[in-house]
């Protein structure tokens, strides 16, 4: 069955240490890549998206996420995170073969980060 | 950047009745509306997909004739909970994607139902 897979349930970790949230997918054919985040009491924000092109991409609030088809990945990353970077963060695919552009959630990921 | 809106935010509600969640994009025309419930702890999970002017498309396991879905206009959906029970109790969440947007989704706040 198709899956996203996000690696780590809780992350914790002090102000200024760098940040990487593993997600992985199942879908083999051309999929939109996207990593939302929930901040304690507030909606789904995007973050970042990936359509196509340079597989590194650059979002919002200094995140990043690089695509790798070969390891149907799509991790994302932040090299210093504050403690307003305390939020979950899911990681959602959009495969192709979908034409209505549903969205496939990981389960996501809490991250705490501490002063 | 897009805004989709939902009304009510909360609502609580006797077992037996029925509840109506709007979905509203704000500042653009949503060709389609997605509806999700979340439950604590947990990641969203897709109940439906919908159209303007079409019906509404159910996930497996989720029951069409129990969660309501109407998308009359480009701007709004509703999902409407019919003889709600304490197990629907939920957060609700819309998102809509339109048409220059492409396949970026837009999330609305959500709707917390306690049914009593």
């Known amino acids: 069955a198709q899956s996203v897979s996000q690696h780590n349930h809780h992350v914790i970790l002090s102000e200024a240490a760098s940040l990487e949230l593993g997600c992985n997918y199942s879908?083999?054919?051309?999929?939109?890549l996207f990593w939302y985040v929930q901040y304690p009491g507030q909606h789904l924000q995007l973050l970042l998206k990936y359509f196509s092109g340079d597989p590194l991409v650059k979002g919002i609030k200094g995140f990043e996420a690089e695509f790798i088809k070969s390891k149907f990945s799509f991790n994302l990353r932040k090299p210093s995170v504050q403690w307003s970077d305390t939020a979950e963060y899911f990681c959602a695919v959009n495969a192709f073969v979908d034409s209505w552009g549903k969205l496939q959630f990981g389960a996501g990921t809490q991250v705490v980060v501490t002063p | 950047g897009a805004v989709v809106s939902q009304h009510p935010s909360w609502v609580i509600c006797k077992s037996g009745t029925s509840v109506k969640i709007e979905c509203r994009s704000l500042d653009f025309q949503a060709t389609t509306m997605f509806w999700y419930r979340q439950f604590p702890k947990q990641s969203l999970m897709l109940m439906a997909t919908s159209n303007e002017g079409s019906k509404a498309t159910y996930e497996q396991g989720v029951e069409k004739d129990k969660f309501l879905i109407n998308h009359a206009s480009l701007t709004l959906s509703t999902l409407t909970v019919t003889s709600a029970h304490p197990e629907d109790s939920s957060f609700y969440i819309c998102s809509a994607r339109g048409r220059l947007l492409q396949e970026t989704q837009y999330f609305g706040p959500g709707t917390r139902l306690l049914v009593l």
């Open positions: 879908y083999g054919g051309t999929v939109n």
